[in-house]
């Protein structure tokens, strides 16, 4: 196992996250020789019946959650990320972690299968406890937003930190995703939701979010049949994507979803969200063009929000190109 802190592990190396099981039947067998704690042969068998009792604490652990992991939910805010570090984690079921984006404190469902991808040294957690707890009290010369600040600052950096080490792949995907797009977010419509709203028309509200699991861009309207102008709009925003329209039951909204290829790697993940800003760009530019010029000289003056150019992962980066067939024009000619 491998911790993150400021300092390298004294451990035998880097090894890939872990997934924490939460049913025994899951969990693989003992077998001689092995760390006793992690022999399930010898547990006791007590807890084994008590929901929401973890028999590994997650105390130290950053973690991935979503949204059915929250107890008090006011998930998809554009300041989290969606990776905690777990502050208190005896019992499973309440766990107290501090999201990573926002330095929010939360309290987390993790009962169910989650996917643990770090640890922490003890003296991080014991100064991110300290940070935690003076933001949340009154610091004689120091304001709260100041406090405030410095909590999420670090938390950040110790996020950024963590995805370098870990590095880019299937477990780590959909935060490097969830990233990107809360910065095409904050450029294109700045709100508390991680979303793009584009008003296609009166009472025409569309809402643009990202399946960061499944790399598909969901958009909901508030209409009950489908719409043929903000249809084609789609198909012009992202022509090569696989477009699928939802079925409703009855009186139920209209949606769609642009399903695009799943990234490989950190620059085809970096391609993929410039193809998504492109592409609601195109529908701000076309159906609130007053809003988009008054977006483009902010953005051509600082510059579109890139953290993903932040990251430096360890290893060779190889990059490929598209091959397609070509159809020859010099061949035989039948009349």
Not at 149 to 159: G, M, V
Not at 185 to 191: E, I, T
């Amino acid at each position: 196992m491998w911790e993150t802190d400021d300092y390298p592990s004294v451990e035998w190396g880097l090894t890939a996250p872990v997934r924490v099981f939460k049913n025994r039947a899951e969990e693989p067998k003992g077998e001689p020789g092995m760390n006793p704690t992690l022999d399930t042969d010898r547990r006791p068998e007590a807890m084994a019946d008590v929901p929401g009792v973890c028999e590994l604490p997650l105390t130290r652990a950053v973690v991935q959650y979503r949204d059915a992991h929250e107890i008090d939910a006011d998930g998809g805010r554009i300041q989290d990320i969606g990776l905690a570090l777990v502050l208190e984690g005896r019992f499973a079921s309440a766990a107290e972690a501090v999201d990573l984006g926002s330095a929010e404190v939360k309290l987390l469902d993790l009962s169910s299968e989650l996917i643990v991808l770090d640890w922490v040294y003890e003296p991080t957690l014991e100064h991110m406890g300290r940070m935690v707890s003076t933001a949340a009290r009154e610091v004689p010369g120091r304001s709260a937003e100041g406090r405030r600040d410095e909590l999420a600052q670090f938390a950040f950096r110790l996020a950024l930190r963590l995805l370098e080490r870990v590095g880019y792949g299937p477990l780590t995907r959909p935060t490097f995703l969830r990233i990107g797009f809360r910065d095409i977010c904050r450029d294109l419509d700045l709100h508390e939701g991680t979303s793009v709203r584009i008003v296609a028309g009166p009472r025409r509200i569309v809402r643009a979010r990202l399946d960061y699991d499944g790399n598909v861009l969901l958009f909901r309207t508030a209409g009950e049949r489908e719409d043929p102008e903000v249809e084609a709009a789609l198909l012009e925003a992202f022509p090569h994507a696989d477009m699928r329209r939802s079925m409703p039951g009855p009186a139920g909204p209209v949606g769609y979803q642009v399903r695009l290829s799943l990234p490989l790697s950190l620059d085809e993940a970096r391609a993929t969200l410039a193809g998504i800003r492109s592409g609601l760009a195109h529908l701000v530019a076309r159906f609130e063009p007053d809003r988009f010029r008054s977006l483009e000289p902010v953005l051509s003056t600082f510059g579109a929000r890139e953290t993903l150019a932040q990251l430096h992962l360890p290893g060779p980066r190889t990059r490929y190109a598209s091959v397609r067939r070509t159809i020859s024009s010099s061949g035989p000619v039948v009349h």
